[in-house]
């Protein structure tokens, strides 16, 4: 498999995403967005404008990885490197870990 190959394959993946402190799990599916997935699969997680720029979804990495839809999430560099993601629009590219903080 070269590395285009590997990174369709990754785009169709389904994945088992977690939400701290709680522990809830739900289904990751790559093509989804983590909030969607979660909310599709009735995990409360906090949101508004689900399109990567008020921040309300702001949430701690622990663990994977995952892709941006669009390029310029809402985040700067400083938070994309302490581990920040915006679930609304980053999808799972591997079984994930998350915690939903809020950003001052
Ligand atoms: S819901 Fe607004 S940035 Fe995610």
Not at 5 to 26: H, K, N, R
Not at 48 to 61: P, V, Y
Not at 78 to 99: H, M, Q, R, T
Request: proline share 6%; with cysteine.
């Amino acid at each position: 498999m070269d590395e285009r190959e590997a990174s369709v394959a990754d785009i169709d993946g389904e994945f088992t995403a977690q939400v701290l402190p709680g522990g809830q799990t739900f289904a990751a599916s790559a093509a989804l967005s983590l909030l969607e997935a979660a909310l599709l699969d009735g995990v409360p997680m906090p949101n508004s404008c689900r399109n990567g720029t008020c921040r309300a979804c702001a949430s701690r990495l622990h663990a994977g990885s995952i892709r941006y839809r669009i390029e310029w999430p809402g985040l700067s560099l400083d938070e994309k490197e302490e581990g920040l993601i915006l679930p609304c629009v980053a999808c799972a590219v591997s079984d994930v870990v998350i915690e939903p903080v809020t950003l001052g």
